[in-house]
Each structure stands twice: as structure tokens, then as C-alpha cells.
């Protein structure tokens, strides 16, 4: 399975992001999979972002809930992550990723991740 992660951008304070990640390869009626965004900023630690699990309960960090919306579309093999009232802080890139992890927060349980897309909010 190959994941590809686009919708980066430079956006201002308080702007939105739509990212997705788009499947390929691997069985297309295969959905019984998680799927996660994470992100990583200049000189820090990679760090989770959304999660959502095959049934698709959604899971936040605390820094994304309430602004950030992850969702999935199984027949388009595609997850979403709508970021809105982006700020400075959200700054990195961010990596989409899919697998069967034992807790969807915990990023070494994927088997899969995309490139990463850069997201840069300016202040």
C-alpha cells in the first residue's frame, strides 16, 4: 500500500487546510484499518494529531481537538483531515499513515505512511 499526502500550503492565522491521503495498491475492499495524522515540526519530536479507526471513531491530541476534523472515505480509499483556525504552532509537516495499531495514538504501530505535507501558518 502506498499512501500519498497532499493539501499543504502557507496559510495565515485563523485560515483552513483540507489534507488527504490517498491509497494505492495493496486490496481496495480492505477497510478494516486505522488511519492517523501526524506531524512534526523543525527540531521536535514527531507528535499525533487525529486518528480514526476502522469503525470510524475519531480520536484528537488536545491541541487539534475542537479545530481539526479527520474523516474517511472508504470507497475513494481516501482520509481526510479539514484543519480549521490554523495557527502558527500547527507549523510542520504532517504525515498520514494506516495499519492496525493497538492504540491509534501510537504511531509505531502503523505499517504504512505517506511523504508528509508541509503545512506553514504564518502569524
Known amino acids: 500500500v502506498q499512501l500519498q499526502a497532499s493539501g499543504g500550503g502557507l496559510v495565515q492565522a485563523g485560515g483552513s487546510l483540507k489534507l488527504s491521503c490517498v491509497a494505492s495498491?495493496?486490496?481496495?475492499?480492505?477497510?478494516?484499518?486505522?488511519a492517523g495524522w501526524f506531524r512534526q515540526a523543525p527540531g521536535k519530536e514527531r507528535e499525533f494529531v487525529a486518528g480514526?479507526?476502522?469503525?470510524?471513531?475519531?480520536y484528537y491530541s488536545d491541541s487539534a481537538k475542537g479545530r481539526f476534523t479527520i474523516s474517511r472515505d472508504n470507497v475513494k480509499r481516501t482520509v481526510y483531515l479539514q484543519m480549521n483556525n490554523l495557527k502558527p504552532e500547527d507549523t510542520a509537516v504532517y504525515y498520514c499513515?494506516?495499519?492496525?495499531?493497538?492504540?491509534?495514538?501510537?504511531?509505531?504501530?502503523?505499517?504504512?505512511w505517506g511523504q508528509g505535507t508541509l503545512v506553514t501558518v504564518s502569524s
Open positions: 480514526i479507526g476502522w469503525r470510524t471513531t475519531t
Open positions: 499513515a494506516r495499519g492496525s495499531p493497538i492504540q491509534v495514538k501510537d504511531g509505531e504501530g502503523y505499517d504504512y
Open positions: 495498491g495493496g486490496a481496495d475492499t480492505d477497510t478494516s484499518y486505522a
